[in-house]
């Protein structure tokens, strides 16, 4: 059973437009939601996160959103860089911490 | 503060040989865990630590073994190696399990042949 699902694997975007990375949930136990940014050869580091009590969180060229009635969340990033580019993860966590599958962002100059 | 540390950064192992992927932290984190990552898998939880001498199986703990002696330390050993556990292993910490950022070491490449 797969709690968390990134259903994109790969997104392509031009530079200076809107990034929109996506992740729906099953279990609606939660705290928060934490998205992470992982480039190739390192570790993942953290980017943003969002209580489950709270609907957005803003932080800088990054905004989460959830819908918890639609149990969805997405990412947004305005305007996309290419230094933007790599691979995204979605977080649930709640007890032990179960990430999505990943999605590839690929923002091209 | 050097965060988390992991050795080797590379292994190549021959089928049913053991070894332990090292993993510390310097930043007095409660929670620890192991993750590997496989093409279109995403980070699967092998392992984690909320503390001292408390371990638990994640999702995909099958071959793996864990203990946590100390705070620094998390040590995964893999007892008898096999194909299936090629990949790249992460560890990582937190200061709580719920809420907190993970921060990720630079993983591990393993290869087994």
């Known amino acids: 059973d797969q709690q968390v699902k990134q259903n994109s694997p790969s997104l392509s975007v031009q530079e200076g437009r809107i990034s929109i990375l996506n992740c729906d949930y099953t279990?609606?136990?939660?705290?928060?939601f934490l998205w992470y940014k992982k480039y190739p050869a390192e570790g993942p580091t953290f980017l943003i996160s969002i209580s489950s009590i709270k609907d957005k969180n803003e932080d800088g060229r990054f905004t989460v959103f959830l819908n918890k009635s639609a149990k969805h969340l997405s990412l947004h990033i305005v305007p996309s860089q290419p230094g933007d580019s790599a691979v995204y993860f979605c977080?649930?966590?709640?007890?032990?911490?179960?990430f999505g599958k990943g999605t590839k962002l690929s923002v091209k100059p | 503060n050097a965060g988390v540390t992991q050795t080797p950064k590379f292994q190549v192992l021959k089928t049913g040989q053991s070894m332990t992927l090292q993993c510390a932290q310097d930043?007095?984190?409660?929670?620890m865990s192991w993750y590997r990552q496989d093409p279109g898998m995403g980070l699967r939880l092998i392992h984690y630590s909320v503390g001292a001498g408390i371990t638990d199986q994640g999702e995909v703990p099958n071959g793996y073994n864990v203990s946590r002696s100390t705070t620094e330390d998390f040590p995964l050993r893999l007892l008898s190696a096999a194909p299936s556990q090629t990949s790249v292993y992460f560890c990582?910490?937190?200061?709580?399990?719920?809420?907190?950022?993970?921060?990720f070491g630079p993983g591990t490449r393993l290869t087994v042949l």
């Open positions: 279990n609606s136990m939660f705290d928060y």
């Open positions: 930043m007095n984190h409660e929670y």
């Open positions: 990582a910490s937190s200061s709580t399990s719920g809420g907190n950022e993970q921060f």
């Open positions: 977080e649930r966590s709640q007890g032990n911490l179960i």
